[in-house]
């Protein structure tokens, strides 16, 4: 298995694993899609980000089913983490319903949503398509 950077031919699976996963996909555009895991040709994980600033939003991860616990998404969001230190992020925040363990165990925290940044909070995500009981979670960068 192979992750790299997205080639704009990997967007459209990229997005319908999200869709198929049960993660907000409407306004997922091409831009957002940071890294992808390649098996035999195939996309079998993905990991979305929007860098708003010093602040970025993990925008989704998605592993396929026949690939998961084999430390593909914790492969992903390390190299997601180490790619925003690059852009000048400063810290991730994201929004999770029912993985927070998983997330807690790669070093994020849950956070209260008053605490979230304006940046973050006027994204369509955010604002939108998560749902008020999502779990709020942020990691320090750097």
């Known amino acids: ?15 319908a694993m999200l869709a198929d996963a049960g993660l907000p996909a409407e306004d997922f555009a ?4 940071a890294f992808v895991a390649e098996d035999a040709g195939e ?5 979305g980000f ?7 939003l993990l925008r989704s991860l998605v592993v396929a089913e026949g690939t998961r ?6 492969q992903l969001v ?9 852009q000048g992020v400063r810290e991730i ?11 807690l165990a790669l070093g994020y925290a849950t956070r209260d949503r008053a605490q979230v940044p304006p940046e973050i909070r006027n994204t369509t995500e955010f604002a939108e398509l998560c749902p008020e009981d999502a779990t709020v979670m942020s990691k320090k960068l750097g």
């Open 50 to 56: 929007q860098a708003l600033g010093d602040v970025g």
């Open 69 to 74: 616990f084999k430390g593909l998404g914790r």
């Open 93 to 103: 925040w994201l929004l999770t319903r029912g993985v927070d363990r998983y997330f």
């Open 30 to 33: 091409a831009d957002y899609l």
């Open 1 to 15: 298995m192979k992750i790299r950077r997205p080639r704009e031919a990997d967007y459209p699976q990229a997005k």
């Open 78 to 86: 390390s190299e997601l983490e180490a790619h925003a230190v690059e």
């Open 43 to 47: 996309i079998v994980a993905a990991v």
